[in-house]
């Protein structure tokens, strides 16, 4: 049977691992290399690198990362932020990751989503989506661009939909509400995309214990529960969370 | 010397850096000579199989050669997939040939692609599984997967709603659909076997 995925997510700014609450205040967490390395070793199923500062600058110090993580990682790591091309996917693949994430760009021209997945297979991209609850349509989300900056008008859960339709084999789904908070993960917000779409969907944001990895999975039927700040800070080591998560049926690699 | 085949797809140097941290020399090359010369083959992608078929061009008739003279070949993700006949992705494409059967999609029904870690049951006579036990768990990430119709091949199974093949070996010729490069300490295992398989049908 196919296990439920627990994936540390590493925000990189200036080539070092940082956290913050509802993407703002930023404490840092280390070395990527280190602790991506760390994560793996300690028996995380996947890695999540985010370039949160994604300037063209970052770009090159973010490939220089994935390079150095993929010699020493051997298992399968995403790489996102300010991916805009094709060729930018193609140089993330080859310096070693496995996925590479998009958001605004694929908002802009969501015809990158099916060109990545004609050339590389839909396995590989990741649509990441940054979500926050509409203060005009209540009960539903509206999805951010521009880390978390700037919110459109687009919906959630059909945004999702249409990603799935062209090619995302992912979704990647950060609730911006609970982000950092350590109150839970979004499980509404969840159960709307995973009961939308047919492909992996990935919890993100809110993790505060462990419980709250279960109520992702079971509640919000997510694939992955993705956390930062409870595993960068020393609450729980990966293996506490899959002994819990065991413990209460889900399936998982340990 | 491994030689992993370099045709321009990604991911290929994620096998490079596995075969590095297990201490084993690997080179990554598309040089006819180099893969005449090496003691055993990898085929590694990350791709589409129609891309990848493309990409691969006149190095597909080098490694059937290559494979058919009884050097060791291992295929992983799409370079297994590339083993079989053909495979529907994106329009009906010819693979290799080189284990009967065609890649196809994994049914609806269930989240696709299958993605993430799931258990493989390891029969005791395949040679990649050597030392690794009953089962364990591997990295997958496809959406297509390979309905073997060769009676000569040895296939290990994973369960995800059906039963998938998840590894084959036949003869000098391997696959895994999984990633043994991202499948943390049971995967090097796999690479380490195939090296040691390599030696020995070269010395």
């Known amino acids: 049977m196919l296990t439920k995925r627990i994936i540390p997510c590493l925000d990189v700014k200036d080539n070092r691992v940082v956290k913050g609450v509802n993407f703002l205040n930023l404490r840092d967490a280390g070395d990527p290399v280190e602790l991506g390395k760390r994560y793996s070793d300690t028996g995380a199923d996947e890695l999540v690198f985010l370039d949160i500062t994604a300037t063209i600058r970052s770009r090159k110090t973010i490939v220089d990362l994935v390079e150095k993580v993929a010699e020493n990682v051997f298992i399968p790591f995403t790489v996102g932020g300010g991916i805009q091309t094709v060729e930018h996917f193609d140089t993330l693949l080859r310096s070693g990751a496995e996925k590479v994430s998009v958001n605004t760009a694929a908002v802009n021209n969501p015809?990158?989503?099916?060109?990545?997945?004609?050339?590389?297979?839909?396995?590989?991209?990741?649509?990441?989506?940054?979500?926050?609850?509409?203060?005009?349509?209540?009960?539903?989300?509206?999805?951010?661009?521009?880390?978390?900056?700037?919110?459109?008008?687009?919906?959630?859960?059909?945004?999702?939909?249409?990603?799935?339709?062209?090619?995302?084999?992912?979704?990647?789904?950060?609730?911006?509400?609970?982000?950092?908070?350590?109150?839970?993960?979004d499980n509404q917000l969840n159960k709307a995309v995973t009961e939308a779409v047919n492909i992996p969907v990935i919890a993100s944001g809110g993790a505060g214990n462990l419980d709250h990895l279960y109520d992702a999975i079971v509640d919000g039927g997510a694939d992955a529960v993705l956390m930062a700040s409870i595993t960068h800070f020393g609450n729980y080591t990966i293996n506490e969370m899959k002994e819990h998560l065991k413990k209460r049926g889900i399936p998982v690699n340990l | 010397m491994i030689v992993v085949i370099d045709y321009n797809i990604g991911n290929v140097k994620s096998v490079c850096?596995?075969?590095?941290?297990?201490?084993?020399?690997?080179?990554?090359?598309?040089?006819?000579?180099?893969?005449?010369?090496?003691?055993?083959?990898?085929?590694?992608?990350?791709?589409?199989?129609?891309?990848?078929?493309?990409?691969?061009?006149?190095?597909?008739?080098?490694?059937?050669?290559?494979?058919?003279?009884?050097?060791?070949?291992?295929?992983?993700?799409?370079?297994?997939?590339?083993?079989?006949?053909?495979?529907?992705?994106?329009?009906?494409?010819?693979?290799?040939?080189?284990?009967?059967?065609?890649?196809?999609?994994?049914?609806?029904?269930?989240?696709?692609?299958?993605m993430g870690w799931n258990l493989v049951e390891l029969p005791n006579d395949m040679k990649l599984f050597d030392g690794l036990g009953d089962r364990k768990h591997f990295y997958f990430a496809h959406s297509y997967f390979a309905d073997v119709k060769d009676e000569q091949a040895k296939i290990a199974y994973t369960d995800y709603s059906f039963q998938i093949p998840a590894s084959v070996e036949k003869k000098n010729i391997f696959g895994t659909q999984f990633h043994p490069e991202k499948s943390g300490p049971q995967g090097l295992r796999i690479l380490k076997n195939f090296t040691e398989f390599c030696e020995r049908q070269n010395s």
């Open chain 2, 17 to 114: 850096n596995a075969f590095k941290y297990i201490g084993i020399e690997a080179k990554l090359s598309s040089d006819p000579s180099q893969i005449k010369a090496a003691k055993g083959l990898v085929l590694p992608g990350v791709a589409a199989f129609g891309y990848a078929v493309k990409a691969l061009g006149n190095l597909s008739e080098i490694l059937i050669e290559a494979a058919e003279s009884g050097k060791p070949l291992l295929g992983i993700c799409v370079g297994y997939q590339l083993l079989f006949e053909q495979s529907t992705e994106h329009g009906i494409h010819s693979g290799l040939g080189l284990i009967k059967g065609s890649v196809i999609p994994i049914p609806k029904g269930t989240v696709i692609p299958h």
């Open chain 1, 111 to 185: 015809s990158l989503l099916s060109q990545a997945a004609e050339r590389f297979g839909n396995q590989c991209v990741v649509l990441a989506i940054d979500a926050r609850r509409s203060t005009k349509n209540p009960g539903r989300w509206q999805v951010c661009v521009k880390a978390g900056t700037e919110p459109t008008d687009i919906d959630v859960v059909q945004w999702a939909i249409e990603a799935e339709k062209l090619g995302a084999g992912e979704i990647l789904l950060t609730s911006m509400d609970a982000d950092g908070t350590q109150a839970g993960y």
